[in-house]
């Protein structure tokens, strides 16, 4: 029987051979790509692990560093209110890993400055009774009053910045593995393991089993067969330069661990400026809310000497924080991270080169042109479906675009926009936690 894909005339093959080798081509120009996109995956797949190890280290151990500071400063009466400071950080820790579908920041942040206002009060003007519509009225005055001075709003923006830049680039560092992941399993078509097949082993069948294909020959099969794939180029390079310019903001202005590691320190100043306040925000509470009733049980327990609220702020010595988390810096992490980002760049239009190399192809005229063991005479086309109408090589129908690879385009705009948003401290991806 005549042969299907190889060159009629002398030949070594028959139609059965032709069909198994024609399944091993196929595997075969699927290995290299695997192989490609394998070590893809895995590099970025240890570089998210690195960031969400460090991040959660992170608020761990500024959690750690509050507790000890807070225990020594402020002692018996940081204890009896610790679940406040420990809700804290478990909200921040539940942001950081659902975003705002889980927690409303600005609200959380609100409710614990109201709420350490209250007990506040109630440590400084222990010798009074409050209600809690009394306390109502109090936290309704919080923003007039200001009795933490200026830090609940300056932790609210740096907090907001950190935790946006933080979360959407470790989402970015999730996304890239699984659009690799994606983008591997399609198939390749037909037509594709025909024209590898005839570049791969057709050689064989005339007897010429060490000739290799011409380079420019190798490279228009692959780029009919990766038509598709290198149109994921454009949005995916826009992705990986949105995730440069966020990690530069992590090391910058953004810096999570800047805002992280000295947030003991910032809620403490916070603490301080209320008790140097005291009296002229209770005053103004007093005028706004009425006078409190004095409280029989501070009036009976007078005899017993009870100090009330005297925890005063002393410098916390730097020396003692934990220099770094996970046993690295931030700087050294987004140093590593920015290189393996460029490095991914242009990473599927340039596939065909990278499988037409080396020791798959023979360099010069000596090689398999698809005919015979001579020049390849066709022009190299270009990446990307639109230029395979002129494939010489393979056929390829470019009115089908390739329905996995159009959704990963998709995907990566959607992931772009988030970065983009994160850049500028916002945080748009709401419902998608």
Known sequence: APLKVCPQGFSCCTVEMEEKLSQQSHTEIKAPVSRLSTNLQSTFKQRHDHFDK??????????????????RTYGVMY?????????FFEALTRYYVSGSAAVNLDSMLSDFWADLL?????????QYEFSDAYMECV??????????????????????????????????LTLMPEVVN??????ASPSCVRAAMKMLYCPYCSGQVALKPCQNYCLNVMRGCLANQADLDTEWNNFLDAMLSLAERLEGPFNFESVMDPIDVKISEAIMNMQEN??????KVFQGCGQPKPSAAFRSRRSVKDPGFTGRFRPYSPDARPTTAAGTSLDRLTNDVKKKLKHAKKFWSTLPETVCAGERIAPGDECWNGTAKSRY????????????????????????????????????????SWLKAAHSGNDISIDNG
């Open 182 to 187: 994606k983008v591997s399993t399609v198939s």
């Open 139 to 172: 936290s309704q005055h919080t923003d007039q009053l200001q009795p933490f001075g200026d830090v609940p709003r300056k932790l609210r923006i740096q907090l907001t910045r950190a935790f946006v830049a933080a979360r959407t680039f470790v989402r970015g």
């Open 118 to 126: 209250e007990r506040m009060f109630r440590l400084v003007n222990v």
């Open 79 to 87: 204890v009896q209110n610790a679940e406040l400071f420990k809700n």
């Open 278 to 283: 005291s009296m002229q925000v209770s005053q």
């Open 377 to 416: 005479e066709s022009v190299v086309i270009g990446n990307g479906l639109a230029n395979q109408v002129s494939n010489p090589d393979v056929d390829v129908d470019i009115t089908k675009p390739d329905i996995v690879i159009r959704s990963q385009i998709a995907v990566l705009k959607e992931m772009t």
């Open 54 to 71: 460090f991040f959660r280290e992170l608020l761990k151990n500024a959690e750690v560093s509050l507790h000890s500071m807070f225990v």
